[in-house]
Structure formats: C-alpha cells, structure tokens
C-alpha cells in the first residue's frame, strides 16, 4: 500500500468527489472521457453496484474502484460474476500502486462475497499482473469479446471451457 493511502468501502457523501476523480482521470487519459460517470450512476441507480473502494490521501479521494454485478454462464451452470468498471485515479497521483491497491482490495472484498470469476476490459500487460486473463475471457461470447476482454477466478475453482458474460445493463445504456 502506498504511504499515506487509505482504501475505505464508497460512502454516499463521497458521490460528488468520485464523479470529478472519474471525469479528471479519464479526460487526460489516451481514449479521453467516455460517460464513465454516468456508467458509475447508472450502475448503482440500478442496485448492480457489489462493491465501490476509495482511496483516501489526507482526507481527499485519488482513487476509486466500481464491481458490478454481471450474468455470467460457465459450462452451463450460472456464475456469481462481477466486472470491473471504472478504475480512476486522480492524474496528480497516479503511477503510485493506487490502482494496484485499490484492485487487490476490490479482489478480496469479492472473494468475501463468495464471487466466482471477475471480468475486466482494459490494458492486457497491466491487469495480467492481478490474475486477469485474456486466455480465460477468450472463453466467453460477450459484447466486449476481444483482445482487451479479460477475467480471472476468484474462488479457485476451475476454467471452465466456454460461457456467455454479460455486463449490468447500464453498459449497454453507454451507447
């Protein structure tokens, strides 16, 4: 953990600083803003929200993390599944194991939770280094199929051979 970082569970009244973390990381970012924000709202307007991490430095958040539930089936049987979707880290503090931090901790709160397989969709050499997989998410038909579409499971249980993963509907509402 970086000095002075403290992850802590979302609360309601850290919304409005989690909305401009999300819009500032994500403005300097290479694919620039995208509705991410709205993404973060949308999920947790809908309940699809499994669990919302901060990193707090001195009282101000640089960081943020969002699960959200997904429908995943794995070699016919349904999977408790979640994806990873935003991760923001405030440009002034980025490049500090923010994001590594703010991921190991979400990992273990869905572990806690007794979730089975995590998916993300983002840089394949950075989030191999936490478990994820583009062998695995090669495995399932998905809107987000690709190179980029990665998962990991979080209960030790087997690969399974193939499935179907699906996001929590505010990803479809993005456009």
Do not use: C, K
């Not at 990873?84 to 273990?108: E, M, T």
Request: net charge negative.
């Amino acid at each position: 953990m970086p000095d002075g970082v403290r992850i802590r569970p979302a609360e309601a009244s850290d919304g409005e600083a989690i909305d401009a973390l999300i819009r500032a990381a994500f403005a300097g970012s290479t694919h620039g803003y995208q509705g991410e924000a709205e993404l973060v709202h949308g999920i947790e307007a809908d309940g699809d929200a499994l669990v919302s991490l901060v990193a707090d430095v001195e009282g101000a958040i640089a960081g943020h993390i969002l699960f959200s539930r997904m429908n995943v089936e794995a070699d016919g049987r349904s999977l408790a599944a979640a994806g990873l979707a935003p991760l923001s880290v405030s440009p002034v503090h980025q490049r500090r194991g923010i994001g590594g931090a703010l991921i190991r901790a979400g990992l273990d709160a869905l572990r806690e939770r007794g979730v089975a397989i995590g998916f993300v969709l983002g840089d394949t050499a950075y989030y191999s280094r936490f478990g994820y997989s583009a062998d695995l998410g090669a495995r399932f038909v998905s809107p987000f199929a690709g190179p980029y579409f990665m998962a990991m499971r979080l209960d030790g249980g087997a690969w399974p051979s193939e499935g179907r993963a699906d996001y929590a509907p505010a990803f479809a509402r993005l456009g």
